[in-house]
């Protein structure tokens, strides 16, 4: 082969049949799952205005800082491809006057100019929900439990919740000079050299050194956001752990989650799978109740989470091989060809994956190619079939043959999924 002379962008993925046909199954449960808890599904546009990032994310984000793909259109206004599901679910839910309380969902691709390994990229997709309009701790517990049911029930294994709180925004304050004021007097003493990237964030977001992978674990004896916490925080954060504790929610508190964007707070949590380790978050999510006024609406608290479908993917699935058509219609002259255009009109007219040479081959080169398509069954029309109005039917992983009237090619396929169904992915 020659070679390539294009090549997908850099840390995107072409997402072939098998991963197509898997991702349908994963995403019809999860659907069903997130519909079960009374949320709707919405889609939003794929950029927005740069601003609506800008301003709800946080300008001293990883993602606004360096990882949005941001174009001018050619009257020079500045577009960004969505990095994220919340923000444009909020202006979405503000533009079309939707009420309170609401229950969104999405199922949304992302865009982040990151750098790409395994379970990150830069264009993936993501399942996410929102419950807007609600402040109380069953909800946050509820939203937690249903993304934990759902990591569950995909698969994933030895999962944890990784939970926190982070408090008001003026609680988060207090907290904040008083981390800053540690920073420094270890800075001056020596005891303590921050990274490049929590030199910068020092300044801009100190919050977010406790999360850095380099410098968060040298911050053993730093002062502890929770014991800035009034007593109604740290309330609200008790009776979410009591519902988890009554749903049998398997949670650590991690005092240094803080999660990367700025409008979080009181609850911040993230799942894991002991599995494969905690860097690789399965999902992520919290409650931010200041969101919906900052975008311009009434003070409307909420909170949600989104999961990396490809994480989901990557971890615990392998891609299945999947069946070609199920039936493979052969002929054997140009008169069973005019017969088998019409059948296979039919067969397809009842929704069975079917399909045929359409060159004139033999009927060995006909068999040849339907068994690299990996057909379930050929369909051969000769002659004698026609005179008598039947079908022969050969299984192509026995060779078995039944002869058969049209119609039961319906019963014959019906069986055959029912047969297969929760044995295979497919
Ligand atoms: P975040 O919006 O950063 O809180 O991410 C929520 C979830 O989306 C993560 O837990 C991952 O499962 C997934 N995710 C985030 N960034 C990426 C990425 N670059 N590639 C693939 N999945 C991602």
Redesign the pocket.
Same mark, same amino acid.
């Given at each position: 082969m020659n070679t390539l002379k294009y090549k997908r962008p850099k /840390?995107t993925r072409d997402i072939i049949p098998e991963e197509f046909e898997l991702r349908e199954v994963l995403l019809e449960k999860i659907k069903k799952s997130i519909r079960a808890y009374g949320y709707k599904f919405i889609i939003t546009p794929t950029f927005e205005h740069t601003e609506l990032f800008i301003r709800s994310i946080g300008d001293s984000t990883d993602?606004v800082e360096k990882?949005m793909y941001t174009f001018h259109d050619k009257k020079g206004r500045s577009y960004t491809l969505r =990095?994220?599901?919340?923000a444009p679910v909020i202006r979405a839910f503000l533009e079309n006057s939707i009420m309170p309380p609401a229950k969104l969902a999405y199922i949304m691709n992302?865009f982040?100019a990151?750098r =790409?390994q395994k379970?990150?990229?830069?264009?993936?997709?993501?399942v /996410?929900v929102e419950a807007i309009g609600i402040k109380d701790p069953l909800i946050d517990a509820e939203v937690i439990e249903m993304g934990y049911s759902i990591l569950k029930e995909l698969g994933a294994e030895k999962l944890v919740v990784l939970i926190n709180s982070i408090g008001s925004i003026e609680e988060r304050q207090a907290y904040k000079s008083a981390l800053l004021d540690y920073l420094n007097e270890k800075e001056q003493d020596g005891t303590l050299e921050l990274c490049n990237d929590c030199k910068r964030r020092k300044n801009r977001n100190p919050l977010r050194i406790l999360d850095c992978k380099i410098d968060g674990p040298k911050l053993k004896d730093a002062p502890k956001l929770k014991e800035f916490l009034s007593n109604e925080s740290l309330k609200y954060f008790e009776e979410i752990k009591s519902y988890l504790d009554k749903w049998k929610v398997n949670y650590r508190e991690e005092p240094r989650l803080v999660?990367?964007?700025d409008y979080y707070n009181h609850t911040a949590f993230?799942?894991v799978s002991e599995k494969i380790g905690v860097e690789?978050?399965?999902? $992520? /999510?919290g409650r931010y109740d200041s969101l919906v006024e900052d975008l311009g609406g009434p003070a409307t608290p909420a909170v949600g989470?989104?999961? $990396?479908?490809?994480?989901?993917i990557n971890y615990f699935y392998q891609i299945p091989r999947i069946s070609g058509p199920f039936y493979f219609v052969a002929t054997v002259n140009e008169f069973s060809k005019g017969y088998a255009i019409g059948l296979l009109k039919k067969i397809r007219e009842w929704k069975i994956p079917s399909d045929m040479t359409y060159e004139p081959k033999s009927l060995k080169a006909q068999m040849k190619i339907a068994d690299r398509l990996n057909a379930v069954k050929a369909v051969i029309v000769g002659e004698d079939e026609i005179k008598l109005q039947k079908v022969r039917v050969r299984d192509l992983e026995t060779g078995k043959e039944v002869l058969v009237p049209e119609k039961d090619l319906v019963k014959i396929y019906e069986e055959e999924m029912a047969r297969r169904k929760g044995k295979e992915v497919l």
């Open positions: /840390g993602i990882e =990095p994220e599901g919340t992302m982040r990151e =790409p379970g990150r990229y830069r264009e993936f997709w993501q /996410g999660r990367g964007l993230e799942i690789d978050t399965l999902l $992520g /999510g989470w989104a999961l $990396g479908l490809e994480r989901i």
